[in-house]
Structures are given as C-alpha cells and as structure tokens.
C-alpha cells in the first residue's frame, strides 16, 4: 500500500546542516514533496521534486532523490533557529499522502 | 495581495450534525485543495478542486464532500459529524494544480471540534 515514513525527532545545533530523511512506498510517484509547519502557524510548501529528478536545490535547501531506493531527503545548510518546525514529506501517485512529519530541534 | 483566508476559524459541533468550511483563494488562483489535519493520522489529503472541477480525491468516506464556485472560492461539508472528524482543516491555493508549481499558499486553518 501507500505509505511514506520519515523519524518523529531531529535534534541539530545551529550552524550545522540538518538532514530530514523519508522513504516511500509507491514507485509511481509523480512528485514528492516537503511541507514545513511553524508552531502557531500554517504549513507551508517548502519545495517539490518531479520523479524524473535526482537533486533540487534552492538556497540553504538541497532535495535528493534515491528513486531505486525510494528515499528522499532534505538537507537545510547552516542550520537557523528559524528552522525549528515540523518538516512533512509527501508523494503524490493520484493523491498526495503524508508522512507524520519530522520535529526538527535547533541545540543553540 | 490578501492569504488563504478560512471560515470560521473555529467551530464546535455536535456528532450527527453537518459542517461547512469555506475557503476564498489568493486572488487569480484557480486550485483549490484541502487537508484534515489530526493528532493521530497526521496530515490527509482530501481533494482538490480546480476551476469548478473536483480533480483527485483522498481516501475519506462521502460524508465529505466538496465544491468550487467560479470565483474559484470553495466550500468543504461534512454530514453528520463524527468524534473522529474533529480536526485542523487547511486549504490552500495555487495558480495552476498542485504538482505543477511549488506556489502553494495555505490558510490558517479551521479547527473543528465534534463533541
């Protein structure tokens, strides 16, 4: 079935590079996704990849994508106290489906 | 130009009733899509409209059901709530469908509670 999996906690100290990782099920992905969600605040699209690519990148964030593997990660240069968020990946085959969302902690 | 903006932002309801959430677009944006947000499931897809035209569907049972005006606002109804649909709903908008444009804005959220 469809599933998408990535860890519950990331604990990371300012200034280095955060590494957020998700693995999904559903080879026929189109695109994958990454959400990032504020405390007190809304979700916001963070960046997507088309399945036919391997990396994105886009200032202080870098998407790669395993498709052999199906694993997709999302690494946050420099890491800020902004940061601080719930990081959710996302595939979408005919409906996009959700991981439970990475809790990202800045150690300052 | 103005965000997703959701109505009302916060509702109370008793089981067996139904629920209509409104959402209005960012101004020019033609897709429509929500989510029902909850402790336990996480983050669910439950469809998305673009101009007037449900285009994909999550996996929730037909009390859920949806549509789309031609000034691209949207309307989302549940029938006869259930304990378990107490949830965050998020919309959110974009020019084009989703997949297609990593412009997607979201609302703040209308927080359902069923008792």
């Known amino acids: 079935g469809e599933d998408v999996e990535q860890s519950l906690f990331l604990s990371v100290r300012e200034g280095d590079s955060s590494v957020i990782n998700c693995t999904y099920t559903d080879s026929s992905s189109t695109y994958l996704y990454w959400y990032k969600q504020e405390p007190g605040a809304g979700l916001q699209l963070l960046t997507y990849?088309?399945?036919?690519?391997d990396m994105k990148q886009d200032q202080r964030l870098t998407v790669l994508l395993n498709k052999k593997d199906k694993h997709l990660s999302l690494r946050i240069a420099d890491t800020q106290t902004g940061d601080s968020a719930i990081y959710f990946c996302?595939?979408?085959?005919?409906?996009?489906?959700f991981g439970k969302g990475t809790r990202l902690h800045i150690l300052p | 130009k103005a965000g997703v903006t959701q109505t009302p932002r916060y509702l109370i309801k008793t089981r067996g009733q139904q629920v209509t959430l409104s959402c209005s677009p960012i101004?020019?944006?033609?897709?429509v899509s929500w989510y029902q947000q909850t402790p336990g499931q996480g983050l669910q897809f439950l469809f998305e409209?673009?101009?007037?035209?449900?285009?994909n569907k999550g996996n929730f049972p037909g009390r859920f059901s949806g549509r789309q005006f031609s000034n691209s606002r949207s309307e989302m109804n549940v029938s006869t709530l259930e304990l378990g649909d107490s949830a965050l709903y998020l919309c959110?908008?974009?020019?084009?469908?989703?997949?297609?444009?990593?412009?997607?804005?979201f609302g703040p959220g209308t927080r359902l509670t069923v008792l």
């Open positions: 990849i088309f399945s036919n690519m």
């Open positions: 101004s020019g944006h033609r897709s």
């Open positions: 409209y673009f101009s007037e035209t449900q285009r």
């Open positions: 996302a595939e979408e085959v005919d409906k996009i489906i």
């Open positions: 959110a908008s974009s020019e084009v469908m989703r997949g297609a444009t990593d412009t997607q804005y």
